[in-house]
């Protein structure tokens, strides 16, 4: 897996780890012969670590999600691109998380 192509859109410093805003987007052209086929989210602290996997065909037009998630604590939060060709690239973001979901009072 080879760092770079994978760019996050989200914000380091969370208040609320109930709904975390998310948005990955992948530098790729998105042509029969050259396209992303797959995002894959990752967490390092959930209980479930994958978060979510979404499949992308050239006529996707671009590989590019949103979405939200739940954080149960400050974490690390990784996104893995696959293309058609098999290579894989990455993206990691540590996310600090101030009010838990999940929080026991």
Do not use: W
Not at 40 to 57: D, L, M, S, Y
């Amino acid at each position: 897996v080879k760092e770079g192509r994978v760019k996050f859109e989200i914000s380091l410093l969370v208040e609320n780890g109930n709904s975390v805003p998310l948005s990955v987007l992948v530098d790729s052209p998105m042509t029969k012969d050259n396209h992303v086929t797959r995002i894959g989210i990752f967490n390092e602290k959930n209980p479930q670590p994958n978060i979510a996997v979404f499949h992308f065909t050239p006529r996707s037009g671009r590989a590019q999600v949103s979405t939200r998630i739940r954080l149960g604590d400050s974490q690390f939060i990784t996104a893995i691109a696959e293309t058609n060709k098999g290579a894989l690239f990455s993206a990691k973001a540590e996310l600090v998380v101030t009010l838990p979901a999940c929080a026991e009072n």
